[in-house]
């Protein structure tokens, strides 16, 4: 029994339309790129607490040096977003051998602030950018 499918170059034109709205200026912020900063906090938070002995005091270089990049556009497609010690920037030299430890002459063991973070954020990470598509898409 042959299957007949119409109207396929129609829903792609739209989905393409509505693709290209979000990501298009409009009273601030492209939506994709809000949407992505908006759910980048918790676990930046989360990264920042990790990274203190005390996740009530943050304070110190590490803390400091703790960022949300910016929203970039990735080579094939879609956007990408980076939370935590940027190289470009001043920030703790030492966030490596502190997350992942060191060996030499005063071998330190791992005290991994960043994926910890993430793992335990990125349920409520994904259910902004979920929640914040549904909605754009909804006042498109």
């Known amino acids: 029994m042959p299957l007949d499918v119409n109207g396929l170059g129609d ?3 739209d989905i393409a339309g509505m693709a290209s709205k979000m990501d298009a200026d409009g009273a601030g912020a492209p939506v994709a790129k809000r949407i992505l900063e908006t759910a980048a906090v918790p676990i930046h938070e989360q990264m920042k607490a990790n990274a ?11 803390n ?22 940027h190289r470009k ?3 703790a030299y030492y966030a490596t051998p502190v997350e992942y430890g060191h060996g030499g002459p005063a071998p330190a063991p791992a005290h991994p602030f960043i994926r910890p973070a993430y793992d335990t954020r ?7 950018i979920r929640d914040g598509l549904r909605d754009a898409i909804d006042q498109l």
């Open 64 to 85: 400091r040096s703790i960022q949300i990049g910016k929203v970039r556009k990735r080579r094939a497609s879609g956007r990408s977003i980076t939370i935590g010690v």
């Open 122 to 128: 990125q349920d409520e990470a994904y259910e902004i």
């Open 89 to 91: 920037e001043e920030g």
């Open 11 to 13: 829903l792609m034109t």
């Open 52 to 62: 203190s002995k005390d996740p009530k005091i943050i304070t110190g270089v590490l």
